[in-house]
């Protein structure tokens, strides 16, 4: 991506992208994929600069983990905002950031939970791998390096025969392929032999050959990953039918990489649901700092209750230092469509799923609790371990998604505040029960059905009532959102939830980490059996999450 113009921000005065008259007035609004994976600064500024926008105001990064202090736990969500994106979002600079190993946290919040300034915390937040997005390019559809020189793979001149190809790998990819296709050889042109080599950025070659029988059955060519991030070049000569094709091009180079994407297809390999959930689980990584309270801020944070410095936020977050999980922009709603414009032209994978918003001002509205209470938890948790608690039943183990930061999930074009996505990790029987004469016989057959699929997820009446049902689910908006289907709505379990596979957790955007569910016994008081659950299951890591109790 091209860097920022300076003279951007001049053409604007200038009027040559002025809202026009009856546009929403300019506000701060965040430029991002779902404002909690991080992803690199350099595509979000090209994707704006790309537009024409404005420069941007600043970076920011969201989390959440657990806090502990004066030994008891407290779920927090944090933000953190370089001095730009604070300063737009705040002049008076009561959002600034605080100095490295401080935390600054709402003064309500902190009230309410007995804390002051100069207190010290213990935060844990899970990190976890993005989702890997296999980028397959077909041959015919490939232009010259010359004339597409920014392109992620392009063809380089013929070397002796041989066709030569640029491949761009972005870092933490982790396989590389050659597959072989013959739509391109036409009638007789089976059996073909691709006999090539890959060349690392480094120089190192590793020979390949790949094949296509008589019955068109492939043999693919790998280089097995982590791939070395940077330009490869692969070459090969295609013989087709006992025929030397020099600088022939018939085939599909794949490579998976880190993206965006709203299903992850690492976990399907994995058909049982907890078994897929727990691998989920085990894939991430327990962050820890200790924080000192630095001051209270008397207003609303972007999306939670604390603000910490970008360092401590990147570590906490699994950033890298040129990631953050979006850019404060000063613009008008009028951005949007040139926004999406060069968002579709752009050959930036991660530009594709980016899109600008309001900028968050603050938590969401907590739902009520319903059939059961949510812990946050730490990843090793041991359910079978915990003690019981009078007023709730057996626990269960979850990965758990918090609609993504600034967005509000929509079932037919109606909202729904607060919605989690919930994938079931046992033990035991799922925490929610099938309605009669619904779609399947058993709540094992509803989340077998459920795993497989890349889309559909089971609701809570709170949003999508009814025993059998077909609701439209957007996660993000409707132009780049991630899309489910309710197909039924199921009952004793949290309120907001869609009930889903792991896969569609670990895809739709940064999962919290493990949540213990809690399904409330017939006729408990559910403040009541939180604090006495709080008591219990504190000492060993759990938090009460904020929106269980309304």
Not at 394 to 408: H, K, N, Q, R, W
Request: net charge negative; with cysteine.
């Amino acid at each position: 991506m091209r860097a920022l113009r300076p003279l951007l921000v001049l053409a604007l005065l200038a009027g040559c992208s002025a809202p026009k008259a009856g546009d929403a007035p300019a506000g701060p609004m965040l430029l991002a994929v779902d404002g909690r994976w991080p992803l690199p600064e350099a595509s979000m500024r090209g994707l704006l600069a790309d537009a024409q926008g404005p420069s941007a105001a600043g970076a920011a990064w969201f989390g959440g983990g657990v806090a502990t202090a004066h030994g008891e736990p407290f779920a927090l969500d944090f933000a953190s905002l370089d001095l730009g994106a604070a300063r737009a979002l705040d002049a008076t600079g009561a959002l600034d950031p605080p100095a490295p190993g401080e935390i600054a946290l709402n003064g309500t919040w902190a009230r309410a939970n007995g804390l002051a300034a100069g207190d010290a915390l213990a935060l844990r937040a899970s990190t976890f791998p993005k989702p890997l997005v296999t980028a397959g390019y077909e041959m015919e559809r490939i232009r010259p390096c010359d004339r597409t020189p920014t392109a992620t793979v392009c063809f380089l001149p013929p070397e002796g025969g041989q066709l030569a190809i640029r491949l761009a790998v972005p870092p933490d990819s982790q396989d590389l392929a050659f597959i072989p296709e013959g739509a391109e050889l036409g009638p007789g042109g089976l059996p073909a032999w691709w006999n090539g080599s890959f060349e690392s950025p480094s120089g190192e070659r590793t020979p390949w050959n790949a094949t296509l029988d008589e019955l068109a059955r492939p043999t693919l060519a790998t280089v097995d990953g982590p791939i070395a991030p940077g330009a490869w070049t692969i070459r090969f000569r295609l013989e087709s039918n006992k025929t030397t094709l020099n600088g022939a091009a018939a085939g599909i180079v794949r490579v998976r990489e880190p993206g965006y994407t709203w299903f992850d297809d690492r976990l399907v390999v994995e058909p049982d649901g907890p078994a897929q959930t727990r691998e989920l689980l085990s894939w991430g990584r327990d962050e820890q700092a200790t924080l000192r309270v630095s001051r209270l801020v008397e207003r609303a944070i972007p999306a939670g209750v604390a603000l910490l410095t970008p360092a401590d936020a990147q570590r906490l977050t699994g950033a890298r230092a040129d990631e953050a999980s979006g850019l404060v922009v000063v613009a008008s709603p009028a951005l949007l469509p040139a926004l999406s414009d060069a968002r579709n032209r752009s050959a930036d994978a991660v530009a594709l799923g980016l899109r600008a918003r309001p900028a968050p001002q603050g938590p969401g509205p907590a739902p009520a609790a319903k059939g059961a209470l949510l812990f946050r938890a730490p990843l090793d948790v041991d359910v079978a371990k915990l003690p019981p608690v009078p007023g709730l039943a057996a626990p269960s183990l979850a990965a758990m998604l918090e609609t993504p930061v600034g967005e509000i999930a929509a079932a037919e074009s109606r909202p729904v505040p607060g919605l989690r996505l919930l994938a079931f990790g046992g033990p035991g029987d799922p925490p929610w029960s099938m309605p009669p004469g619904g779609r399947w016989p058993s709540a094992q057959a509803a989340l077998d059905n459920v795993t497989r699929s890349r889309t559909l997820v089971l609701s809570t009446p709170d949003w999508a009532p009814g025993t059998l049902l077909t609701t439209r689910l957007v996660l993000g908006d409707d132009r780049v959102g991630r899309v489910a289907v309710a197909v039924e709505s199921v009952e004793g379990g949290p309120a907001d939830v869609a009930w889903s596979s792991a896969s569609l957790v670990a895809g739709a955007g940064k999962p919290l980490g493990a949540v213990v569910v809690a399904p409330l016994a017939p006729g408990a008081d559910a403040r009541a059996a939180a604090a006495q659950a709080q008591q219990a299951w504190g000492p060993l890591g759990l938090a009460l999450d904020a929106g269980s109790i309304a």
